[in-house]
């Protein structure tokens, strides 16, 4: 056992019959080799009374390594808590689409086995940070790995706001929403409302507006360090949200002001040796296959 990860999480989708299956196994193969276990605390009662439970602060504080099953969307809730930690993240996918779950589930063992000898590779995505300031006052706040989204909290209904960087006025919109999205989430929402795919180690957001009223609009691309700021017309309809990864939600008035910017907290995740993005990629999307 090598010294490096000695202690590891174990994080899934409660109340899910494979994903259950799946850390039961893992459960039982990290014991048989002597790493110390804690398992998320939604899960762990799932697994039976001899596992150790820990809610995901304790796990990004104690662990040296998480290991999370499930779909991305499971990865981004875990990554959102555990980036401000130094703790390693792998995932062991049972979704459909696995943009950031490299292991299989009925095989994951010799993979993670090479990882744990220290056979792997790290790479850092960085996350964003999101808030809705009233009358020049913070009001609320959250991080986002894949991507934040203003929006109407009803269905296809249109509203209208500026947009700054650093300051410098850009342009005016009518639309139903703006995605500002990292390079991790440039392959999630955003590119099915027509963004561009950012390449992970790429240091740059990108602004997508959903359906905007003018074909002049275009999604552009920015230098990660910038902040930017979306000013909510005062005239717009009441309800307005902020959606981080589309999970959590930050209530928006009219007037209100919504900054974006990097986040100081960077995503640490881990590869099994010969991760390909490009290969992960031409798979999830189908792209065509070499010719020749």
Known sequence: MTSEFRTIGLIGKPHHKGT??????????????????????????????HVKAADMLEIGQHCDLAVVVGGDGNMLGAA???????????????????????????????????????????????????????????????????????????????????????????YSQRADGMIVATPTGSTAYSLSAGGAILTPKLQAMILVPMFPHTLSCRPIVVDADSVIKLKVAPHNGENLEVSCDGHVTLAVLPGDEIIIHRSPERLRLIHPKGYNYFHVLRNKLGWGSKLF
């Not at 799946?22 to 804690?38: N, P, V």
């Not at 986002?144 to 850009?170: R, S």
Request: glycine letters at 8%; a negative charge.
């Open 20 to 49: 259950n299956l799946t850390l039961k196994r893992l459960h039982h193969w990290l014991s048989m080799q002597g790493y110390e276990i804690l398992v998320e605390e939604r899960v762990a009662s799932e697994l039976g009374n």
């Open 80 to 170: 959102r808590v555990l980036a401000r930690f130094d703790v390693g993240v792998i995932g062991v996918n049972r979704g459909n689409l696995g943009f950031l779950t490299d292991l299989p589930p009925d095989a994951f063992e010799e993979k993670l086995a090479a990882v744990l000898d220290g056979e792997y590779e790290t790479e850092h995505r960085f996350l964003l940070e999101a808030e809705v300031h009233r009358h020049g006052k913070l009001k609320a706040s959250n991080t986002a790995v894949n991507e934040a989204v203003l929006h109407p909290g009803k269905v296809a209904h249109m509203i209208e706001y500026e947009v700054y960087i650093n300051d410098q006025f850009m």
